[in-house]
């Protein structure tokens, strides 16, 4: 495997997606077992609620410094660092024998896949070209989204006789891909950029840079987005709580309800794979405009909002055996979503719902690295994620508070309806916000292209560059299409 070639560097696009699944699996195999943990260690679901939402919480705090770190320092260092702390706190959280040590297991892994998510991106973007970062960043985006659903379907599969199993076996996972990224393709900052071809760039992030990044107005929209976003996002934690509600409803029992749940929601949330539409749209627009990326999210949250309204009320009728095995109960709700009309309709309502809110994540990911030079990226980036992290552990706390509360007037599963319905017009200022972003964006992806060519410009002999001489916001929108980039 050569040094920095084709193969070497698609091997290492390919680990870091695995590496992005992994971190992701490991928050994910929590909400199936809220009840099977809280049972054994003594304590209620909203106790082990609280230590996911400390996961988000601690992981976004945690990728601030990590990043910074990372756009200072050589990043293959912080990334192995931080995956070892992950798979460590994931393992003890496994082994766990009280609350206590559960919950203190958890912040040890949150800590970790803080460094882990906003590392990997500004590595990441590093590797790929400008005309190929909606389509590239939405498989990084989409092995999260699969992250989660895995963690779903272990947690549910693996945990509804022995919850510590899908712990142990996450941790054994991210050994194995700690190994593989050991492998890895050490990328130059701004390897794949245009401006910067022929340059050994090695510009770093400084504490004064930080007025600079919040000064694009850009920036401000992408993080501020999350926010409300991830309420919106942090409330479907709660899925396999509507769809196990609904099998209890009918009278299934509690084993099998849990499994029933967490197959539901694994199969409902497959939408999220087309966010490779949404990374191509983001990447044909905006040959056209430098609004491109920002207008195919801002359409694509406020789109799907009616839709996920509708899916939380259309009735499901489920018909399993109850007491089956695991393969028994996967066969009988993959049989339903042929044979009952009302799961295949949620069915079709959800991934509709999803490819549309999954057009968010690429263009997210690929404005970042669009509108700020390669020093800045991973600090920008977890900048927006301690916002979504906010985001996400307020509207899974929250949305458990509005659970509780409407269980009063209105009895599960309906509460749950509700509940959920309720939280995902958190996206309509999420829509407003990328609109904001496609007004200024243009402007700032000018100012950084025009930054990065002055640098390469000293650092050329005789100034050279190659003779790309600035371009205007248009032109520079152009410079996506093939041929571009490397």
Request: aromatic share 10%; hydrophobic share 50%; net charge neutral.
């Amino acid at each position: 495997m050569g040094r920095g070639g084709t193969v070497h560097r698609v091997y290492s696009v390919v680990v870091f997606v695995i590496l992005a699944a992994l971190d992701n699996v490991a928050i994910g195999i929590v909400p199936p077992l809220y009840g099977s943990i809280g049972d054994d260690l003594g304590v209620g679901e909203g106790h082990i609620a609280l230590a996911t939402t400390a996961m988000f919480l601690i992981s976004a705090v945690a990728a601030i410094g990590f990043a910074y770190v990372g756009d200072r320092t050589d990043r293959k260092p912080v990334l192995v660092a931080g995956t070892t702390i992950w798979v460590i706190g994931t393992a003890w959280s496994g082994l766990a024998e009280s609350y206590p040590s559960f919950l203190s297991a958890q912040v040890v892994a949150a800590f970790g896949l803080g460094g882990v998510a906003s590392v990997s991106f500004a590595v990441v973007s590093d590797l790929i070209s400008p005309r190929r970062r909606g389509l590239v960043m939405s498989f990084w985006g989409l092995s999260q989204g699969v992250g989660t659903l895995a963690g779903t379907l272990v947690g549910g599969l693996l945990g509804h006789a022995d919850w510590r199993q899908p712990f142990l076996v996450t941790a054994a996972a991210g050994v194995i891909a700690t190994c593989a990224y050991l492998l890895t393709y050490n990328v130059p900052r701004g390897d794949s950029q245009p401006e910067l071809a022929g340059v050994e760039y090695d510009e770093r992030i400084h504490h004064q840079d930080i007025p600079v990044i919040l000064k694009r107005r850009t920036n401000v929209w992408l993080i501020l987005q999350g926010g409300t976003a991830q309420i919106a996002f942090g409330s479907l934690v709660w899925l396999p709580i509507l769809f196990r509600a609904r099998a209890e409803d009918q009278g299934y029992s509690a084993g099998t309800a849990v499994l029933v749940g967490s197959i539901f929601a694994t199969i409902f949330q497959l939408g999220a794979a087309l966010s490779i539409l949404g990374g191509l749209a983001g990447d044909r627009l905006q040959r056209r405009t430098p609004r491109g990326r920002a207008l195919v999210a801002s359409v694509g949250v406020l789109a799907a909002v009616p839709f996920y309204v509708v899916l939380f009320f259309v009735p499901m009728k489920i018909t399993v055996p109850d007491g089956g095995s695991t393969g028994e109960l996967i066969r009988a709700v993959l049989a339903n979503v042929v044979t009952e009309p009302t799961v295949a309709a949620c069915l079709a309502i959800a991934v509709f719902a999803l490819m549309l809110t999954s057009a968010n994540s690429p263009n997210w990911f690929a404005m970042i690295a669009d509108v700020n030079p390669p020093q800045h990226r991973g600090t920008v980036y977890s900048l927006g994620n301690l916002i979504n992290g906010v985001g996400r552990a307020g509207g899974n706390a929250l949305v458990g508070i509005a659970f509780r509360g409407l269980a009063g007037a209105f009895p599960p599963p309906l509460n749950y309806a509700v509940g959920l319905a309720a939280f995902q017009f958190f996206f309509i200022p999420t829509g407003i916000m990328y609109w904001l972003a496609s007004r200024t964006v243009a402007a700032d992806m000018a100012e950084t292209h025009t930054a990065l060519l002055a640098v390469a410009s000293d650092n050329r002999p005789d100034g050279d560059v190659g003779g790309d001489p600035a371009v205007g916001v248009q032109g520079f929108a152009g410079q996506q299409d093939p041929g571009a980039g490397r």
